[in-house]
C-alpha cells in the first residue's frame, strides 16, 4: 500500500467519530429521519380479523393507530362480508366524528337561565349545555307483524327510518341530557331510541303515527331513561356507562304522521 493510501485511511480512522456526532447550525445533534407512520385502512382491518384476534384488540388497535377508513355503504358490505363484526366497524366509523375530548375546541355554550328554545341538549366536558340539531325522519313500511290489540290480525310493521348509517354527534359515557318541551307536553311522550344499522341508512320500529308498538318485544328498539324534572317544561336524564356503544335518537312527540317528515335528535355513543 503506498504512504498516501496509508495516509487516506488514516484520516478515514481519525475523522469517522467526528462525523458521525456531528451537529448542525443550532449545537444539536442532526435530527433523525423521520419514518411516516403506517395508516391503518380497511384491508387491514380484514386482515386483523381474519387472524382470529379479539374485537377488543381490534378496536384498540383502530383508537391508537393513525387510520384511513372508506366507510361508504359498498366498503361496510365488504367488511361485513369479509366477517368483521359490528362493533369493529363501528369503532371505525368512530374514527371521522366529532369526539369530546379535553384537546377538541368547545361549542359556543348556553346556561341552563338561556334553554329558551324547544329541543334537546347535551351537557359538554366544561359543565355547559349544547344543542344538538335534529334530523329528518321518514316512515318506512317493513314487512308485517301480529298485534294482540286487533285479536290477531295482520298488521303492517313500519320503521322510521333516517339517511345516512351515523350521527354527526359522538358523545363518551356518561351523558347528561336536557329536554325543553313545547308548552302542555310530558317528558313521558318523548322516547329514546337505539337504532338498527343499515348498509347506508338506520332506522327503529314505531307504529303509525310515532307512537311504539304495545305487543310483548315489539318495542325492541326503545331504551328506558329516567328523567327528572328541573325547572318549568324542563327534565334531565343521564345515559350511563352501563349504555351499550351504538347509535341513538331521542323522539319528540309530536313526530306524529312521519309519513310526511318529522325529526329525532340523534348521537351516537363511543365504544
Same mark, same amino acid.
Given at each position: !500500500? ?20 456531528a451537529q448542525d447550525d443550532a449545537g444539536g445533534p442532526l435530527p433523525t429521519p ?5 395508516? !391503518? ?13 379479539? /374485537? ?23 367488511? @361485513? ?10 369503532? !371505525?366509523?368512530? @374514527? ?20 329558551n328554545e324547544i329541543g334537546v341538549y347535551y351537557k359538554d366536558k366544561n359543565g ?26 295482520? @298488521?303492517? /310493521? =313500519? ?27 310530558d317528558i313521558a311522550e318523548y322516547d329514546l331510541v337505539r337504532f338498527r344499522l ?22 325492541? /328498539? ?13 327534565? =334531565? ?35
Amino acid at each position: !500500500m503506498s504512504r498516501w493510501r496509508v495516509y487516506f485511511v488514516f484520516l478515514i480512522c481519525l475523522f469517522a467519530p467526528a462525523l458521525l456526532h456531528a451537529q448542525d447550525d443550532a449545537g444539536g445533534p442532526l435530527p433523525t429521519p423521520k419514518v411516516a407512520a403506517t395508516k !391503518m385502512t380497511n384491508d387491514s382491518v380484514i386482515k386483523l380479523s381474519k387472524a382470529g384476534l379479539s /374485537d377488543d384488540l381490534i378496536v384498540q388497535t383502530i383508537n391508537a393507530q393513525p387510520t384511513d377508513f372508506n366507510t361508504d355503504a359498498d366498503a361496510m358490505l365488504a367488511l @361485513k362480508t369479509a366477517g368483521v363484526t359490528d362493533r369493529v366497524i363501528q369503532a !371505525m366509523l368512530n @374514527k371521522g366524528r366529532i369526539r369530546l375530548t379535553g384537546s377538541d375546541p368547545v361549542p359556543p355554550t348556553v346556561a341552563l337561565s338561556d334553554v329558551n328554545e324547544i329541543g334537546v341538549y347535551y351537557k359538554d366536558k366544561n359543565g355547559k349545555w349544547q344543542s344538538i340539531d335534529p334530523e329528518i325522519v321518514h316512515l318506512k313500511s317493513g314487512g308485517f307483524i301480529k298485534s294482540t290489540a286487533t285479536h290477531g290480525i295482520i @298488521k303492517q /310493521d =313500519e320503521n322510521g327510518h333516517l339517511n345516512g348509517r351515523e350521527s354527526k354527534l359522538l358523545l363518551p359515557r356518561p351523558i347528561e341530557f336536557l329536554v325543553y318541551a313545547p308548552d302542555g307536553v310530558d317528558i313521558a311522550e318523548y322516547d329514546l331510541v337505539r337504532f338498527r344499522l343499515n348498509s347506508s341508512s338506520r332506522e327503529f320500529r314505531v307504529k303509525t303515527g310515532g307512537v311504539f308498538h304495545s305487543t310483548s318485544g315489539d318495542d325492541r /328498539d326503545r331504551v328506558e331513561f329516567k328523567p327528572h324534572k328541573v325547572a318549568p317544561r324542563t327534565w =334531565e336524564f343521564t345515559v350511563g356507562t352501563e349504555t351499550p356503544g351504538a347509535e341513538y335518537g331521542i323522539l319528540p312527540p309530536g313526530t306524529g304522521n312521519i309519513a310526511n317528515g318529522g325529526k329525532i335528535y340523534t348521537f351516537a355513543i363511543s365504544e
